[in-house]
Every structure is written in C-alpha cells, then in structure tokens.
C-alpha cells in the first residue's frame, strides 16, 4: 500500500456534504481513508467573486497507482456534479493529489507534489494538521515550515473536526 494526501474543496450546495460523499466515494473506490483534517472555511484566491470554500486533507493508502489514482479522483469530482467552466471558478468537488509516498511527477496529466501546494494556505494548513514533520520531496522543507514560510495571505479558518 502506497500513502498519499488528497486536498478537497467545494463551495458550491452542501459544501461540508460533498466533502464527506468524496471521502465515502474514494472508500469505494480502492482508496483507504486513514485520517482527515479538520474542516477549514477559506477565502477564494485568484478567482475572488465566488463562495468560500470547505477544504480539508485526507490522508490515504491505496494500491492504485497514481494516475489511476488521479482518474478515480476526477471520477468522483463528476459524480459530485463537478463541471469544467470558469477556471479557478467554483465547484461542487475538487480533488487534487498533493503528495504520493515521495514520489516526483512531471507529466503532462499530473504532476506530483503539486506544483502550487506552496502556495496554498488552504491547502498547507489542513496538511500540517495531519502531518507537520512530513517533507516535502523536492524542497526538503517540512509541512510546518512550508504552512509559516508561504506569501499566502488567504484567511483560512479551522471549523471542526470532519
């Protein structure tokens, strides 16, 4: 079994709902959900004028390799009613792969860690919830010093346990 850390967000309907019917989704789908973030409210970033969102990791282990593990994950962003329109727009589910045991991925499908993780306070906030001490494969940096060195300024507030 491979680990891996999944973010997922929605801000459209039932926003805390689709998280948990992602998480019981990903259960059905070959992907064991061992552990997940609490919920965090957060600000919208590049594309402002939409609802905030619900994000949260998952940590998982899976036998699935990534890029099926990739497709499983577009699979249930559809089933969650996930439609391509307004890039960075909203959506019912996004799920994205953040990191795949240590894994370093350049394709033009997927690119593990995920190239704007960084970048992310939604996303490195949950993360270090779960894992502070994990590194990141490429800079070597830990979660919780990627979380206090980011620029992004995004409010990012802790809900409850998911």
């Known amino acids: 079994m491979k680990r891996a850390y999944l973010s997922l967000g929605s801000n459209l309907g039932d926003r805390a709902g689709n998280l948990k019917r992602a998480l019981e989704e990903l259960t059905g789908a ?3 959900v061992l552990r997940v973030s609490s919920y965090y409210k957060t600000e919208p970033v590049e594309f402002r004028a939409q609802s905030w969102f619900i994000n949260c990791v998952a940590e998982v282990e899976t036998e699935l390799m990534p890029l099926r593990l990739l497709s499983v994950c577009k699979l249930i962003e559809r089933r969650l009613g996930r439609r391509r329109g307004v890039r ?35 996303v490195l906030a949950p993360l270090a ?8 494969p490429v800079s070597l940096e830990t979660i919780r010093e990627m979380l206090h060195n980011t620029q992004d300024a995004a409010h990012v507030v802790r809900m409850r346990s998911s």
Do not use: W
């Open 30 to 32: 070959g992907v064991h």
């Open 88 to 122: 960075k727009g909203p959506r019912d589910m996004d799920i994205d792969i953040l990191l795949f045991e240590d894994a370093v991925i350049h394709s033009q499908e997927l690119v593990i860690p995920h190239e704007r993780m960084a970048e992310r306070r939604f």
């Open 129 to 136: 919830e779960l894992a502070p001490e994990l590194r990141h």
